[in-house]
């Protein structure tokens, strides 16, 4: 039962361009979603989150969109640069599950020159 | 500032062989700990949790056991190990009843069980 999912394993973007990623999910009760970085060898990191109760969230290139209508939440990066090339997690939590959170299965960035 | 430290950073172990995974947090008390793993080319698995000193919970049924021994310690371990558990091994700690920044990673584990 995947309650967060990225459905796209892999993406591939032009540098300067805007990187869409997408996100799922189908637990109503999830009240925060998260966005992480992870590079090959290394722990993931932090990147962007947002609550529930917002629809935008922006921090420099990254933005993160909510739609909860639609059980759906995308991060933007623009422009996309080289050092974005990273896999990149969305995750959700629930107080339900005692603030664990659950997470998605990651899609692979590719930023080419 | 807090910090999580994971060693060692590779490790290549005969198929039943034991295994022990240390991690560690500064400058925090009483976090989350996690115990995530990462197989090639796939997502990330919670293996193990743990929201105080002695308390596990277990998320998969495998082979691998976990460990607190301190409020700052989490330990993965394992008597006989399998092919199976090669993988990434991550190491994470979020402050106790909010996730609201998420987790913290460590530097992770390459496991390789030959």
């Known amino acids: 039962d995947q309650q967060v999912k990225q459905n796209s394993p892999s993406l591939s973007v032009q540098e300067g361009r805007i990187s869409i990623l997408n996100c799922d999910y189908t637990n109503s009760m999830f009240d925060y979603f998260l966005w992480y970085k992870k590079y090959p060898a290394e722990g993931p990191t932090f990147l962007i989150s947002i609550s529930s109760i917002k629809d935008k969230n922006e921090d420099g290139r990254f933005t993160v969109f909510l739609n909860k209508s639609a059980k759906h939440l995308s991060l933007h990066i623009v422009p996309s640069q080289p050092g974005d090339s990273a896999v990149y997690f969305c995750?959700?939590?629930?107080?339900?599950?005692?603030?664990?959170?659950?997470w998605g299965a990651g899609t692979k960035l590719i930023i080419k020159p | 500032s807090q910090t999580i430290h994971q060693w060692p950073a590779t490790l290549v172990q005969p198929v039943g062989s034991p295994l022990s995974l240390e991690c560690t947090v500064e400058?925090?008390?009483?976090?989350?700990l996690y115990w995530y793993r990462q197989a090639a080319g796939r997502g990330l698995q919670l293996l193990f949790y743990s929201v105080g000193i002695g308390q596990i919970s277990s998320e998969v049924p495998q082979n691998l056991s976990a460990s607190r021994p301190q409020d700052r310690q989490f330990i993965l371990s394992s008597k006989k190990l399998l092919l199976s558990d090669s993988g990434f091994y991550l190491c994470a700690w979020s402050v106790r009843g909010s996730a609201l920044y998420g987790y913290t990673f460590g530097s992770g584990t390459r496991l390789t069980v030959v």
């Open positions: 995750a959700a939590r629930t107080m339900d599950s005692n603030y664990q959170l659950i």
């Open positions: 400058g925090t008390s009483n976090p989350n």
